[in-house]
């Protein structure tokens, strides 16, 4: 059975996340806020990272302590919004590495079209976090993921700021192994496949295109 969505609904999370739906937000915040509301969601999703115990000496005497084990992690942004999240969880996360998937929504059809590819050699044992601001119809998420397990990843996670009903059955459908994270699962799309209420153009918003 598919993992539910994770929700995040920390106050701090929330009151950005208003932010980023008021239109009146600039591009500068809007880039600012995008990698803040990443950065703390990183903290959650990274929450089941193995540990294992080591032996330091304190500045009183030895001790046992934890450290992350086990295999590492990759963040991967479908470009472009994706990118406004990497700066985030870098913050958290500084040694991961980071691949990237480049993937638009034909603006017709609103199927997800790839024209890029570019992963860390070693992505088939890594925990990877693919970040997308946006989940809509859920079509570029469910390819980007296609292309990953393509490559032999295992261990897939997703974590999007805004996610519609509709895009969450698709990816909960294709990939039931992928745990979700989002700050606001909305209502509905709209007749042009756009997140109610969401936030617009995510990538036009944080690249200033439009
Ligand atoms: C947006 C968003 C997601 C996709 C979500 O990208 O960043 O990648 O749409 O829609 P879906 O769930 O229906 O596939 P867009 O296609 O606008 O490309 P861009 O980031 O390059 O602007
Ligand atoms: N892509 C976006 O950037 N926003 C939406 O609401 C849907 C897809």
């Given at each position: 059975?598919?993992?539910?969505?994770?929700?995040?609904?920390?106050?701090?999370?929330?009151?950005?996340?208003?932010?980023?739906?008021?239109?009146?937000?600039?591009?500068?915040?809007?880039?600012?806020?995008?990698?803040?509301?990443?950065?703390?969601?990183?903290?959650?999703?990274?929450?089941?990272?193995?540990?294992?115990?080591?032996?330091?000496e304190t500045p009183m005497t030895?001790?046992?302590?934890?450290?992350?084990?086990?295999?590492?992690?990759?963040?991967?942004?479908?470009?472009?919004?994706?990118?406004?999240?990497?700066?985030?969880?870098?913050?958290?996360?500084?040694?991961?590495?980071?691949?990237?998937?480049?993937?638009?929504?034909?603006?017709?059809?609103?199927?997800?079209?790839?024209?890029?590819?570019?992963?860390?050699?070693?992505?088939?044992?890594?925990?990877?976090?693919?970040?997308?601001?946006?989940?809509?119809?859920?079509?570029?998420?469910?390819?980007?993921?296609?292309?990953?397990?393509?490559?032999?990843?295992?261990?897939?996670?997703?974590?999007?700021?805004?996610?519609?009903?509709?895009?969450?059955?698709?990816?909960?459908?294709?990939?039931?192994?992928?745990?979700?994270?989002?700050?606001?699962?909305?209502?509905?799309?709209?007749?042009?496949?756009?997140?109610?209420?969401?936030?617009?153009?995510?990538?036009?918003?944080?690249?200033?295109?439009?």
């Open positions: 059975m598919a993992n539910k969505p994770l929700i995040m609904d920390h106050p701090l999370i929330q009151h950005k996340l208003t932010l980023l739906r008021d239109k009146r937000t600039g591009s500068k915040e809007f880039r600012e806020m995008i990698a803040e509301v990443s950065m703390l969601m990183c903290y959650e999703a990274t929450r089941d990272l193995p540990l294992k115990e080591v032996e330091i030895m001790t046992k302590s934890n450290v992350i084990s086990g295999r590492k992690l990759a963040f991967v942004p479908i470009l472009r919004a994706g990118l406004g999240m990497v700066d985030g969880v870098l913050e958290m996360i500084p040694a991961a590495k980071v691949g990237h998937i480049g993937i638009y929504r034909d603006p017709e059809s609103h199927k997800p079209v790839d024209y890029y590819c570019k992963l860390p050699k070693d992505i088939a044992s890594r925990h990877v976090i693919v970040l997308d601001p946006m989940l809509a119809t859920g079509g570029s998420a469910v390819e980007a993921i296609n292309l990953l397990k393509k490559e032999g990843v295992q261990n897939i996670k997703f974590m999007c700021i805004i996610a519609a009903p509709e895009g969450l059955d698709a990816l909960t459908t294709a990939h039931p192994d992928v745990q979700v994270y989002c700050a606001a699962l909305d209502e509905k799309l709209d007749e042009n496949k756009y997140i109610l209420p969401g936030l617009g153009d995510a990538g036009d918003r944080i690249f200033g295109t439009k």
